[in-house]
Nanobody, 124 residues
Framework: QVQLVESGGGLAQAGGSLRLSCAAT????????MGWFRQAPGKGREFVAA????????FYADPVKGRFNISRDNAKNTVYLQMSRLKPEDTAVYYC?????????????????WGQGTQVTVSS
């Protein structure tokens, strides 16, 4: 079992930046691909970014490509999401998730473990 705890959410102005962190405890962090998802009010959970076990491969959703950067530090059991040039439409609860699968995946239902989420609000 992996426990995930997100932090770093808050209020930002459009054009600003925030860095989210997700600390993992429990089973070995480095065996999991990691992903970030978000859910805005009244909408489904949306894929944002994913990173492979070693950190050597990453994948981004089109709306955040070029603005967000996912990274991980396996020595600290932590995955990060650096968000830049934020837009009001980035407002959502952001979740990190761990996947024991073979390849990077973008489907929320395929991820095995989830954090509780952290709120990100971007004002215009």
């Amino acid at each position: 079992q992996v426990q995930l705890v997100e932090s770093g959410g808050g209020l930002a102005q459009a054009g600003g930046s925030l860095r989210l962190s997700c600390a993992a405890t429990g089973r070995t962090f480095s065996v999991h691909h990691m992903g970030w998802f978000r859910q805005a009010p009244g909408k489904g959970r949306e894929f944002v970014a994913a990173i492979s076990r070693s950190g050597g491969s990453t994948f981004y959703a089109d709306p955040v490509k070029g603005r967000f950067n996912i990274s991980r530090d396996n020595a600290k059991n932590t995955v990060y999401l650096q968000m830049s040039r934020l837009k009001p439409e980035d407002t959502a609860v952001y979740y990190c998730a761990a996947d024991e699968g073979v390849v990077l995946r973008t489907t929320a239902g395929m991820y095995d473990h989830w954090g509780q989420g952290t709120q990100v609000t971007v004002s215009s």
